[in-house]
């Protein structure tokens, strides 16, 4: 947590230390399709996972460095988890993680302009983001001999064995 926020303290500061209009900023949305992989040391419980559609939606920055080179923080709210479904003979298991996150990538973007009167232009992207998981939920059905069971529970973040 405390990484967490001197990260977000380091992104101010970059951001408020740059001229004022030299950046622009801009509100960011779009899809998010993700999935989860499970594993212990003998089992991978990944198979029975498909995607799961979410969404992104956050601000974000445009910060040139030179005429081919900005620096793009954002922050992000991000829906992740996946879908589930186990099916036997006369039982089965379905159900969905819906996981909450911030996420803060801080990319830095490369312009190649491929046609001069076109104006055409080609995006590199690289970069690290911090995520901060906050928040989730798990949804399970369980259906034994024609008897269904639901059950809901909230996702306990950390690695301790004590609520958060």
Do not use: H
């Amino acid at each position: 947590m405390k990484i967490f926020r001197k990260s977000i303290y380091y992104i101010f500061f970059i951001l408020s230390s740059q001229c004022l209009n030299a950046q622009s900023f801009g509100v960011f949305g779009g899809l998010n399709v993700s999935s989860m992989n499970e594993k212990d040391d003998t089992y991978s419980y990944s198979s029975n996972y498909r995607l799961k559609p979410g969404l992104n939606v956050g601000v974000i920055a445009e910060i040139p460095i030179s005429r081919m080179f900005f620096f793009e923080p954002a922050i992000l709210f991000s829906t992740k988890g996946t879908k589930y479904e186990i099916s036997a003979s006369e039982s089965g298991m379905n159900g969905k993680a819906s996981l909450y996150y911030i996420d803060i990538p801080l990319n830095l973007r490369l312009n190649f302009d491929i046609g001069r009167r076109s104006k055409q232009t080609i995006f590199l992207f690289t970069g690290p983001y911090l995520g901060y998981g906050f928040s989730g939920k798990i949804e399970s059905t369980i259906v034994v001999g024609g008897e269904s069971d639901t059950q809901n529970e909230n996702v306990k973040w950390g690695t301790d064995s004590q609520e958060d």
